[in-house]
């Protein structure tokens, strides 16, 4: 098969998954009256703005891979994505990185107000694992419910989030660096894909390729975040870029310079297409999305 043909065929299997988590998100936002309206539309506000769905991709993908169909991992897909957002809707806060753009919208305190945006992520946080425990598959429940609160508890999403807007010297290092991406960023990519593994009932060995595969793609993404962070186009980004060093953050770039920076995404992403193979044709995807985030523009 030609790259064309193979890359025509990604990007349409992207566009289909997309569709199929955009409907499962807007099924999840059919309130009812209990809740406040303007509540609501602050939720919808940031969800809804355009977004990649990296994670809910991967659990999607993580899923198919194991030889599984996607219908019983979208509840997953949708929670996983549910809780980046609250993420989103935090970091933006003025009390951590005051933000007013994010996913080419104003901030969801700038659209609405403080006070909303912190209920907004409350209750996004929360609901997503009344979204896990009502629909998950009972083989996956008990694993899906207590990795996902541990990807996003104080070990990790909250922790690395700590670090990060604490950081001590022990975390001026490339090590001390990678630790908070780790948990900040690389926590929440590891688990969609274990969650997906989990839901497509994988064998010990195509769970350990997940693993490799989320570590990899974890911090390669953030090395990515640090460079578009440099070099990116602000409009494409939909958020403002130039902030970290600005801020005087330590990032790859900073550490290592660009050139081996891109050389240690490359690495990685290398690595994590290794572990794809583990599954053979059907790990195909998984391959190709890694390939998307190395060469991502926004
Ligand atoms: C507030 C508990 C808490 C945690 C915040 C999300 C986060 C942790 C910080 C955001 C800062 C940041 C730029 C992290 C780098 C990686 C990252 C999470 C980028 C945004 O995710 P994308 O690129 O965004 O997947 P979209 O909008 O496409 O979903």
Redesign the pocket.
Known sequence: MSADFEAARFQEHLRSLRQRIEAQLAGCTEYGPEVPARLAAAIRHSLF???????PLLVLMACEACGYGIEAALPAAAAV?FI?????I??DLPA??DDEL??GRPTCHVAFDEATAILA?DAMLAQAFEIVAANCPAWALQSCLQELARAAGPGN??G??YD?LNPTELEQSLAGLERIHRR??GALIKVSLRMGGAIGQASATQLAALERYGDCLGLA??IV?DLL?LRGDESKM??KTGKDSEAGKLTYPGLLGEAASQQRAADLIAEARQAAGTFGERGAYLEALARYVLERN?
């Open positions: 703005a355009p977004a990649k769905r990296l994670r994505e980046h957002t609250y993420s989103l935090h970091d951590m990185d994010r996913r992520g999403l909250v690395g989030q990060d900040k960023t993404f953030q975040d962070d939909g958020k926004h």
